[in-house]
């Protein structure tokens, strides 16, 4: 260890009494009506953010221009023959607030669809990656080169005027959410498919596009529109919802900041909750030689875990107190399509037995199952097995979200954000602890 690194290590050691004392002890204690524990916390529940995209009901999950999921899903216009809805009709639904007529989301279909082509450096930029990348890394850094197309940034530098600022920055937004199934299933094809790229169908729409050049037949296109729709937006505070806003706060262009919600999106306390969940699923299976337990060693397993100091992977939410309708829907959909599949008899039981044993445990304040409780179970049926790629399909959906807000951000005017900081000392200070040196006299 080198000085320089010892030191910071002791630095650390006597640092960290201090955080936890102020938060234990002090937490309740206002600062410019935020508490200390909000400061220590991350900011977790702190008020300080607006989007009128979708808010996140702790009883009624999450609504998108305050519709439920169940309206959003029963209302807007889906493809002839499909049970889920248009993802181009919920783009339209979160930028206007409106429920789309069918030929509303026919002229948003035919848009993407010719916004969709990528150009030729792309595909060139993706090729030169070494094969063991990371589908994310590569995903980001796509998103992040298309900085050179941005029509704002060139805007920008001509002068527009700030009232204008939305229109280029819609533009780009339609440029880029057009591209990400094409840059997603080409990054796919190169990591896991020896290169071999199916082209895009210019007659399908985004979620029936993306499951064709996926190599999957229906009902892969609902499943893709499913999980575009679910993971699209929520609320502005989570971390790749926050970083695309904070990003894009200092002007910089969606493809800025949207790679920058992708990288945010890739920390595992964010994106892979899916995966850890089938992580999870596979383990038991594996202990239990891949027959389906019975209810009581179902309950034996959670108990297990639980006992050793882990969590069930797909329980619980930060600020839902009920069943995730996310979770709700996907259910329904694996009720009709997955019935028999072995993953989803396990998932059955677990929403069966665990939140019964987590009230119990008195530890979780939601008990319910959450959406990557069944996510990850649906790819993995339709044969999307690598589990490093669920994060990259979770951010085409969430860049949706974020790109509506942004656009609504550059046509509000909303400006830099720059919160305050303050030191420990001030901290202490305020929760009056009295410095080491006084309190020894």
């Known amino acids: 260890m080198t000085s320089l690194k010892e030191k910071l290590y002791d630095k650390i050691q006597e640092h960290r009494p201090r955080i936890q004392r102020l938060n234990k002890e002090f937490g309740d204690v206002v600062v410019d009506n935020v508490t200390i524990s909000h400061i220590l916390g991350g900011m977790r529940g702190l008020k300080s953010l607006v989007t009128d995209i979708s808010y996140l009901d702790p009883n009624e999950g999450i609504r998108f221009r305050g519709y439920k999921l169940t309206d959003v899903f029963a209302k807007l216009p889906k493809p002839k023959g499909a049970d889920m809805p248009y993802v181009e009709g919920l783009f339209y639904l979160l930028l206007t607030g409106d429920i789309p007529t069918q030929k509303e989301v026919n002229e948003v279909v035919d848009e993407f ?50 009232a204008d600022y939305w229109d280029p920055m819609y533009e780009d937004s339609l440029n880029l959410l057009a591209k990400l199934p094409e840059i997603a299933s080409y990054t796919y094809a190169k990591l896991y498919r020896d290169g071999n790229r199916i082209q895009s169908n210019p007659n399908l729409d985004l979620g029936g596009n993306f499951a064709s050049m996926m190599g999957k037949d229906k009902p892969y296109d609902d499943v893709s529109r499913m999980h575009f729709i679910l993971h699209s937006d929520h609320e502005s505070g989570n971390v790749s919802a926050h970083a695309g806003h904070l990003v894009a706060s200092s002007l910089s262009d969606i493809y800025l900041s949207i790679s920058a919600m992708v990288n945010g999106l890739a920390g595992p306390l964010h994106g892979l909750a899916s995966q850890s969940v089938l992580k999870w699923l596979h383990d038991l299976m594996g202990k239990m030689g891949g027959a ?150």
């Open 292 to 441: 389906i337990p019975t209810e009581a060693e179902i309950k034996q397993y959670v108990w297990e875990t639980l006992k050793s100091g882990q969590v069930v992977p797909g329980f619980g939410h930060a600020v839902l107190r009920k069943t995730d309708p996310r979770y709700a829907l996907q259910r329904e959909f694996s009720k009709k399509h997955l019935k028999d599949d072995p993953l989803f008899k396990y998932i059955d039981l677990l929403y069966k037995v665990t939140p019964p044993i987590l009230r119990e445990q008195g530890k979780a304040k939601n008990p319910w199952p959450n959406v990557d409780a069944q996510s990850g179970v649906i790819q993995w049926h339709y044969g999307l097995k690598e589990y490093d790629f669920y994060t990259v399909l979770f951010g085409i959906g969430r860049a949706i979200g974020i790109s509506a807000n942004i656009i609504w951000d550059r046509a509000l005017g909303y400006p830099l954000e720059r919160p305050k900081s303050l030191t420990t000392d001030m901290l202490e200070e305020i929760a009056g602890i009295k410095p080491k040196a006084d309190s020894a006299k």
């Open 113 to 162: 669809a010719q916004r969709r082509i990528l150009p030729k450096y792309l595909y060139e930029l993706i090729d030169a990656f070494p094969s063991c990348s990371h589908p994310m890394t590569i995903f980001s850094t796509a998103i992040l080169s298309m900085h050179r197309e941005s029509f704002f940034a060139k805007k920008y530098i001509a002068g527009i005027r700030k």
